[in-house]
């Protein structure tokens, strides 16, 4: 089953949520960011992220923006991201979401972005610098595609932005757990446990929370209300570090904080 | 409807707020304390008063009769904000954005800055209203501008070189986004030039579009008329919407952006972004751009720090797209060898970034003749440049090496 919503929800039945994990595409390499990938589904990630390397990555701390400078170096190209999704898909049962900064889309031309990241098996695109005021193409081409689409939601919105980002996503919200970008912190903020319920009361379906969760404790902490925990920074760093089996370690390690209390 | 009237998010089909969630209250919040401030006749009186008792303005316009004579005989008439504190044409802006900041109540300014003229404007600003002030400032151009580095330094400001990407002005605004997405409860982006989000677009030119506004009817008081041509240099194009804004709706005054062409537009290391690019999102608007096929920023190249952005506000790229302004590039030695013979013609060295405009007037004087009169933004003065023209002209006993 591909469908995140439906992934969360049985997470969230069978378990405390759901844990969702993100690489970028290209790092180290294509190959090795694919296995990667593959090794966190077999750990125990249950909705993969890949991301798009991008020249300007406005979200991304030190961590990230290493990995995907690398990946560009490698020379990344759009089309690679195509093929690591097919190429996960294919192997596990995990729904892909690709994380990517707008314009890339828009160059790659957004309906033909929409139709080949579906060709490819992928679940959706997060969108960290669309919101759904600017997302025009993006919404009819997700409601052809029958694509997921995950907007973000911070604790500065107003409750109207809340309600927009609500209406307009599907799989999940993706709540900004901190005022910042992406990287590792010491403590989830406390914020983002108000912006979980403000998007619940606002009928968010499922809330998944993100930046600064390194660690199994956070996961658990954050799934007491969040129906997801996800997880950036850390698995790319222990990639970076350790390679793949170090991030299939830790991904098991940070799956336990799934378990149910 | 006049050209003049249009106002942000849109500028025809460019513009908007591409930035992540969390930056659209501040942007909202930016964006309502304008609106009320223009409405309030104090905000537009103390910004006047900070203009005439701190700035210098009016800035004075100075025709250059000795340059003329290689620009085919055209008048030519430079609108002086070289001569405004600081530098540049910078300042006007950032004393606008200075008040706004006091007004929302916050205590600490950030800045990107290219050439640094951005960057010491904003720390004077800072110095001058009591704010904490953080800038960012490609590796590349901290070397390239040292002298303004040290600037921002004793004004108290801390500065911050960017060290990933091209190290250059596309980076810092890099880092200074994710700086205010950040810190934005307690912070304010004073934004240097007509790009970035809504409201920059809009709210820079209002504050910039004093220059026009001045020059206009100096030319008028000096000639009779209005000039034939309007000259800017573009990076993000702050000075060149600053001049064009007032002669927008003045049909037969043509308006010229030049761009930087570095080592030539036929190779790849230009900063054209109009002349060469094609429409993309970079740092939250809709504009021209320099991009691969794949939409990956290409690194801009320029001699001048002020002009080496791969990005242009998206005002310049409506304006282009309706063919109210031509924007044509100017290579870096064409730039140099102007801002050489003005100095030696006129005793006024430019900035290397208005050299671009100096440039194409001289280019634009060959082409409409005696009859023309070309009005330039002289948009800063010199000083910043003096490593780099040293080097470049061998001006420095053993610089030969
Ligand atoms: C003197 C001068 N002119 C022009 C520019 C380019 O900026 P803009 O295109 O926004 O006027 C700069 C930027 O640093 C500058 O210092």
Known sequence: MRNVGAVIRRRNEEAAGALIGYLPVGFPTLDESVEAAVALVENGVDVLELGLPYSDPVMDGTVIQAATVQALANGFRLAHGFEAVRRVTERVDAPVLVMTYWNPVVQYGVDRFADDLAAAGGAGLITPDLIPDEAGDWLAASERTGLDRVFLAAPSSTDARIRQAVEASRGFVYAVSTMGITGARTDVDQAARGLVGRLREAGAEASCVGLGISTAEQVAEVLEYAEGAIVGSALVKALADGGIEAAGALAAELARGTARK | MALRAQTGPYFGEFGGRFVPESLVAALDELSEAYTLAKLDPAFGEELAE????????????????????????????????????????????????????????????????????????????????????????????????????????????????????????????????????????????????????????????????????????????????????????????SNAIGIFHAFLDDADVALYGFEAGGDGVDTPRHAATISKGRPGVLHGARSYLLQDEDGQTIESHSISAGLDYPGVGPEHSWLAALGRATYLPITDDAAMQALRLLSRTEGIIPAIESAHALAGALDLGRELGRDATILVNLSGRGDKDMETAARYFELLDGSAE
Not at chain 2, 197 to 225: K, N, S
């Open chain 2, 50 to 237: 900070l203009g005439r008792s701190y700035t210098g303005r009016p800035s004075i316009i100075t025709e250059v009769p000795r340059f003329a004579e290689h620009a085919g005989g055209a008048r030519i008439i430079l609108k002086r904000e070289d001569l405004n504190h600081t530098g540049s044409h910078k300042i006007n802006n950032v004393l606008g954005q200075a008040l706004l900041t006091r007004r929302i109540g916050k205590k600490r300014v950030i800045a990107e800055t290219g050439a640094g003229q951005h960057g010491v404007a904003t720390a004077t600003a800072a110095a001058l209203f009591g704010l904490e002030c953080t800038i960012y400032m490609g590796e590349v151009d901290t070397e390239r501008q040292a002298l303004n580095v040290a600037r921002m330094r004793l004004l108290g400001a801390e500065v911050i070189p960017v060290k990933t990407g091209s190290r250059t002005l596309k980076d810092a605004i890099n880092d200074a986004m994710r700086d205010w997405v950040t810190n934005v409860e307690t912070t304010n982006y004073i934004f240097g030039t007509v790009a970035g989000p809504h409201p920059f677009p809009e709210m820079v030119r209002d504050f910039q579009a004093i220059v026009g506004e001045e020059a206009r009817q100096q030319v008028i008081d000096l000639t009779g008329g209005l000039p034939t041509a309007v000259a800017a240099c573009v990076g993000g194009g």
